[in-house]
């Protein structure tokens, strides 16, 4: 996977990706993560890189370690995670996106018709 595309850091992206398969359903609710050392192997990255994402996730609440069983899924995580995401795109990223429409005179409906495509 290449992270060198994004000014977010790597562990951050890493936690995005894990996210993201909790989301689509990959992992569900008290299901077992990949271990640290697996994920590194998986994503080519440090283990230290993965730690960092894991224990930042674990801070979430969107997982949890049983003591050398490994990390699961915390459960609700998803409804947390799309919740936080949701909030994160109607405060930050759509305003930003109507701005861009009004310096470019792009209208609702003209948005409407390439979502509804």
């Known amino acids: 996977m290449n992270f060198n595309n994004s000014d977010k ?3 951050m992206q890493i936690a995005d990706r894990l996210c993201d398969e909790i989301i689509s ?9 990949p271990s640290v050392r697996e994920y590194a192997v998986l994503l080519e990255v440090n283990t230290n890189t993965v730690v960092k994402a894991y224990d930042f996730l674990a801070r979430e609440e969107i ?3 049983k003591r050398g069983l490994g990390f699961f899924v915390t459960p609700g995580a998803k409804d947390h995670i799309l919740k936080f995401r949701r909030d994160e795109f109607m405060q930050q990223t759509l305003p ?5 429409m009004r310096l470019l005179g792009i209208g609702i409906n003209e948005v409407a018709e390439k979502f509804n495509a």
């Open 96 to 100: 930003e996106v109507f701005r861009q």
């Open 63 to 65: 997982i949890y370690n």
């Open 9 to 11: 850091a790597i562990y």
């Open 25 to 33: 359903g990959k992992y569900k609710d008290d299901d077992r993560i």
